[in-house]
């Protein structure tokens, strides 16, 4: 009677941690919320239960040997094809991987707590619900740098002195080391990728802003300031 309790408080603290990560993944609109997050949880742990104590009534049997990790194992591999489903790739942009992460962690916290390690599938929680909160636009890590990488998506004009206009811009915010990559051309517009390294000091508001006003530019669009 005690173990199957303690079964159900795995189960339920399981499903606890997964609400907390997929709260925070709900917030931002994230493809995979709290739902998700609490059956990959309470999914893990129960697959960890049976790895681990499904099998008793045959290992009085004469010869029979197994090994109780090879279950829980299959929880690592088989969990990949919904990581990959969270990630969409559109043009040279990528978007999901910090959720696909998540949710691969939270089938680790899953076994963790069928594995009745309590407190390192708590403590594993809180640490990702943190790092996933505060480092989500990489705003506190690029505050403390000289200098960050931006990386944009511009629709230009279909001609070369929107090009040059664009150029002579970067040049005149003292930004040398920029490249430019031909993503896609046609007779409507021209779709470039820049990789820049800007200053820190750098208004990249009023940056950006500036550059949506120049004549040849149709969209400006950022890749990097936010997961």
Known sequence: ???????????LVAALCGALIG???????????IRTHMVVAVAATLI????????YDVLSMHNVVLDPSRIAAQIVSGISFIGAGTILVRRSQISGLTTAAGVWATAAIGMAEGAGMYLIGII?????????????????INSLMRSVRLRLQIELLPNSDAVKELKDFFTANEIDDVTFNLMEIDDKMIV????????NRLDRNRFLLE?????????????????
Do not use: C, P
């Open 124 to 140: 594993a929680t809180l640490l990702i619900v943190l790092v996933q909160k505060y480092f989500h636009d990489d705003s506190l």
């Open 192 to 199: 470039l990728e820049s990789d820049a390294l800007v200053s």
């Open 23 to 33: 709260f925070e993944r709900s917030k931002l609109k994230k493809s995979a919320g």
């Open 48 to 55: 960890m239960l049976v790895s681990k104590y499904g099998f």
């Open 211 to 227: 550059m949506k006003q120049l004549s040849g530019v149709l969209m400006v669009q950022v890749s990097n300031m936010k997961e």
């Open 1 to 11: 009677m005690w173990q199957s309790v303690d079964w159900t408080m795995r189960l």
